[in-house]
């Protein structure tokens, strides 16, 4: 398949679907809405945002209710009512972090009805520039990966810039099926924890990072860190959140869920003002336990994909390999 | 699917003022049949919330046999949303989800089946709930059941028009004031001046029993070494804490205290579960 036919399935897919990808803007690779889909880049750089907005918005309606008496005092849950995304160009690390998604918000009535409205297009290309620092902890290149990430369809692109086509979904057959394409393979996908068993390299770092928190690197990183929280931003596992509360006409409340960060001081204050995460290297600690410990106990899952976002956006240049590498084996 | 952030309406069914800061809500489902199929463990919480004042987390201290009727919690004012709570009146309502959290061990499977019921401040609320359940289920006739309370002064304890009552089930209720200038009474019992610690070396506290501590974490650990000393082992002393909670179900992250979720692992812990998570106290 030529580039000018999968324009053409992108030109069909813009049609049905609010259309977004990365977009090549000078140095900078970003994730934007499309409107020229000539202008989608291939060329592997990771965008220096992720996907997650779309199938976990920044912020987003739960419910209403009301502080009024009387007979006002339904609990009025809002239905996701956006107009259905293609999120277009998801790397195999975008589509790891997207599977995990899938299994952290399971039983998430929200998160389902969004991720069944959007539609997922995975390409092959994407490995940050200095691969040979990236292979450190990289999972990216398996064998049979395809069939433990999920997508409707993905685009593998050979060196001489020609595309391969696979279908992850009935949705994405569909699509592929109105656009006349039939050449592709179909894949099953069979969940994100491979054959051989749990991810070795994942089970290593679980046990490097589980209760290293004595160890100096600690320190060291939170004497640099600004404790801004841009990682958690753009990191594509990152899914902390909050529930808050919008006072609307009428006394009508809204609750909403807005992303959450865990390097901001309010994340673990209780009544009366106390805290719990007071240092940054006790949030930094939290940042690094929530994904190479927690998420790998909960989902059997690496809660990092390796795609250097963190590490791109920090104004102080923490290198979240560096920092693995420094942790010592056994403490 | 369903839908784990919506709220249920309560109405307020009956208030008691228990202090100058405090109260004791009844709450009652709107929804009766809601109500009817309502259970929970002791020891499991409620995310109380009222529109536009916030959500917060809140332990159930009435006795879990009258879930089909009712359930109580008592509230402190200590911010925003408490403040709301306190200006409720009989007839109004508020939200509630839940119930939340693992409660404590049931108590007929404990090794040592004496307890040791030990509250500070308003950490002695979801003491008041092991009381309820103890006399409820009449396991203060079987058992010795005795509860220690810690407070500032006479015009914070809570649930002072219950005590003699409890005495007359059987339990043992022991109190220390660090600040009172005569000696408060209860039944024909005094009060002793000091603070919580200062009970097990002015009263008998018995053993071998399964203990059961919720206060302000500066509390726990001179109590642990009381009780260790006292002869207990670490399985069983359990304590109850508290966390920062948003959804309630384990995803957010603000309860996090390394590998565990206070929201589903807690708030109840064994001093066991110290040995892999010191940060739990």
Redesign the interface.
Known sequence: MLKKDIDKLASFVASKYDLHGPIKDGNETTIKPIQDVTKLDYSGIIATNSFKSFFLPIREELFSFSAQGGTNNKVLPKSVNSKAIAAWGMTVMDLKALGLYDLVFAKDPYYQERRENNIVIGISAGAPAKFDEYQVFSMNLEENILEHIPFDIFLEQNKEGEFHIYSGSSKGRQVLKAVGIEIYENIQFVGLIPEEGLDPRMVKMNQKVADSIDQKVWQEIASICLACGKCSQVCPTCFCFDLSEVSEKDGQVTKQREWGNCFFSGFSEIAGKKTFLKTVKQRLFFWYEHKFVRIPNEYKAPGCVSCLRCYKVCPVGINIIEVLNKLKQDE | ?????????VEVEQIKVESIDSALFRLKF?DLAQQKKFAFRQGQFMLLS???????AFTICSASSQARNYFEVCIRQ??FL?EKFMSLKKG??L?VRGPYGNGWPVFDKLKNQDLLLIGGGCGFVPIRGLVEETIASEYSSKQAVQVLYGCATEQTLLFKDEFEGWLKKDLQLLISLERQKKFYQYANQKAIKGNLGDLFTKKKIIKPATAMIVGP?AMFNPVIKLLKQLGLADTDIYFSI???M??G?G????C????VYVCQDGPIFNLDDLDNNPDLI
């Open positions: 699917m369903n839908n784990p952030y919506l709220p249920s309406l709107k009222f529109p536009g004042a916030g959500e917060g200590v911010g408490t109004d309502f939200y974490p508290e966390r920062r948003h959804c179900v995803v957010c992250q603000h996090a205290v390394n590998n």
